[in-house]
């Protein structure tokens, strides 16, 4: 067992503080990772507070985690001490399945998360990123390309494979016009690899001060979706749409700006319910809302291997750990552009 520094949230009402915990043994199939930086995703506000109504105390948040390997148990060829590794949301999944042996562990039954989900190997919780280092079984640690800015990779982990996966799956290339909504983390992923993989990108947001960041990012038009009239002018038009929000709001507005046979993919898990969807905007027009999670293991190396042939990092603010809670407040503000990521060398032991 090795004993471990972290922050923690004690419940969803307190600030998170730092906590300490044991990992486990290093195993014959495991690798053990001295973490260096963790993006800091929605979904660890989201879990932190229980807005999920799932976490359990103390929650570990953290699942964009870079750093390097300190040890590798006795079955491991691939990974060495002192390489780069990195390790997203998935830390476990029963390997045997369908979903699985088509490389979307995503959509086991039996997946793990990183953090605030049962551990096989230990009985209680996983505890995540926002720590000084972390063991996970070889098939979910991935190759870093050395060539990218290490803390600025950290949100490929997440947001970078989660915007990702949805493009690959409903085939973005070149000719396709594809919106992507909110310019937040994930958001600003989609605008980077939807224009790396040739399409046609459209950025919806509501703040008119991001729209000329959009445009650097590699959006071709920005569109301010509270603007009906902007809005008119995409009228059914869309191949695809990302939609990356992280609040409850109304879905019509984006799916009649859909073709015939659209798709708008939800990646976001608002607190609270969207409104129920104008089903005659569907059903005319033969649209799609979906959702996707994440991406595979496979999938999430090729994404790793895709961002550093075409130079795409995440554009990042680094925070020292103690000011994680300030990053919180100000990602519900918009205030962060556009990712926080942790320096965890600002955690003492
Ligand atoms: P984020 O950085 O906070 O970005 C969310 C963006 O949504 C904001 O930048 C803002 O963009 C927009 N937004 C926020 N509140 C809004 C509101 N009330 N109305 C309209 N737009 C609003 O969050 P993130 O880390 O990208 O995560 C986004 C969501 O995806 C979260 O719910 C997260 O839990 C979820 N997520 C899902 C997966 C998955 O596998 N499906 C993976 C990771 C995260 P503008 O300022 O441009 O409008
Ligand atoms: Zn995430």
């Given at each position: 067992m090795s004993k471990v520094v972290s922050y923690a949230a004690p419940s969803a009402k307190e600030p998170l503080g730092p906590y300490k915990f044991e990992r486990r043994e290093v195993g014959p199939k495991d690798i053990q990772i001295e973490i260096l930086f963790c993006g800091v995703c929605?979904?660890?506000?989201?879990?932190?507070?229980?807005?999920?109504?799932?976490?359990?105390?103390?929650?570990?948040?953290?699942?964009?985690?870079?750093?390097?390997?300190?040890?590798?148990?006795?079955?491991?060829?691939?990974?060495?001490?002192?390489?780069?590794a990195g390790v997203g949301c998935l830390v476990d999944s029963c390997l045997t399945c369908p979903d699985c042996g088509e490389g979307l562990e995503q959509y086991c039954d039996h997946g793990v998360y990183t953090y605030n989900s049962p551990d096989k190997h230990t009985g209680k919780m996983t505890y995540g990123g926002y720590s000084n280092q972390i063991v996970v079984d070889e098939h979910f640690v991935l190759h870093i390309p050395e060539n990218l800015d290490l803390a600025a990779v950290a949100p490929l982990l997440c947001a970078g494979i989660t915007t990702y996966s949805p493009l690959r799956h409903w085939k973005i290339g070149k000719g396709s016009k594809v919106g992507i909504v909110g310019l937040g983390g994930l958001g600003h992923m989609g605008v980077k690899l939807a224009h790396a993989m040739g399409a046609y990108v459209v950025l919806f947001t509501t703040s008119p001060d991001k729209v000329a960041d959009a445009t650097r990012l590699g959006a071709d038009?920005?569109?301010?979706?509270?603007?009906?009239?902007?809005?008119?002018?995409?009228?059914?038009?869309?191949?695809?749409?990302?939609?990356?929000?992280?609040?409850?709001?109304?879905l019509d507005v984006f799916t009649e700006l859909l073709k015939r046979d659209g798709t708008m993919c939800l990646n976001g898990v608002p607190e609270h319910a969207h409104p129920s969807p104008n089903i005659g905007n569907l059903i005319f027009k033969r649209r799609q809302i979906a959702g996707s999670l994440i991406g595979g293991i496979k999938e999430t190396q090729e994404m790793l291997d895709f961002c550093a042939e075409h130079n795409i990092t995440s554009d990042i603010e680094i925070i020292a750990i103690k000011d994680i809670n300030e990053a919180y407040e100000r990602m519900l503000n918009g205030d962060v552009k556009y990712r926080f990521v942790i320096d965890m060398a600002t955690l003492q032991e």
């Open positions: 929605h979904s660890d506000l989201h879990t932190a507070r229980n807005e999920w109504q799932n976490s359990v105390y103390p929650v570990v948040p953290g699942h964009e985690i870079v750093g390097r390997v300190i040890s590798v148990g006795s079955e491991i060829t691939t990974f060495k001490a002192g390489d780069l038009e920005v569109v301010i979706s509270k603007n009906p009239d902007e809005m008119h002018k995409h009228l059914k038009s869309f191949d695809f749409i990302l939609n990356t929000v992280a609040a409850a709001h109304n």
